[in-house]
């Protein structure tokens, strides 16, 4: 068994979030219609301790009141005891804001995708660019520069922050690219559900 220590924040203020109940789901498990585990929420701190077999490569569904409903994916699997530092949180009363920012319309029919990149060691990589083959021409991305979202910037800053808004609901695969050598750095899948955020993060796979 392995640990995973995940911490909700708030994504505009980046203060930590408590009582955000959330539960496991396998990763086919697209529903959620067989838990792995329930009844989990948040503390003061915003963490959420989840203990799951080695090899776990499922997801942790968010509900926090008043916030948009999320599902954070592991990527890699879980094969060690792992802390997540920041997993965003998008208040409704935020998502106004949010769009500004970004300078995008979110679709209510649409589902949207943050991604941390992280380099080989796990730190936050910069310079990375976010696409996907399911995206069309209202899929917009974006990354968070200095904590805020905009899609102006052309790739990842320090915070290695980043996602794509508007994809078509359903199975999406993601692909990282450095912006300074458009080299693939790695691809993944998850699934988005309209109006709802899915979390991942994306590390550099085996050339």
């Known amino acids: 068994m392995v640990t995973a220590t995940l911490t909700a924040i708030d994504i505009i203020t980046s203060q930590p979030v408590a009582d955000v109940p959330a539960r496991v789901c396998r990763k086919l498990d697209t529903t959620c219609a067989d838990p792995v585990l ?23 569904e968010l509900s926090a009141v008043g916030a948009m409903r999320g599902s954070f994916f592991f990527y890699p699997p879980l094969t ?19 769009a500004t920012l970004a300078g995008a319309n979110l679709m209510a029919e649409r589902g949207h995708l943050m991604v941390g990149a992280l380099t080989c060691l796990g730190q936050s990589a910069e310079g990375v660019t976010f696409s996907s083959a ?4 209202a899929t917009v991305a974006f990354y968070m520069i200095k904590g805020i979202p905009s899609t102006k910037q052309a790739a990842t800053d320090t915070s290695g922050w980043g996602g794509l808004v508007n994809l078509p609901p359903g199975s999406v695969t993601l692909t990282g690219t450095l912006a300074a050598t458009q080299q693939q ?7 988005v559900r309209a109006g709802e955020l899915t979390y991942t993060t994306l590390v550099p796979a085996p050339q």
């Open 38 to 60: 329930t009844d989990l929420v948040s503390d003061a701190m915003g963490q959420i301790i989840i203990t799951v077999p080695q090899g776990f490569d499922g997801y942790v």
């Open 80 to 98: 060690a005891d792992r802390e997540i530092r920041a997993i965003p949180i998008l208040q409704a009363r935020e998502l106004a804001t949010f």
């Open 134 to 137: 399911e995206g069309d021409d």
């Open 185 to 191: 750095v790695g691809t993944l899948s998850v699934f």
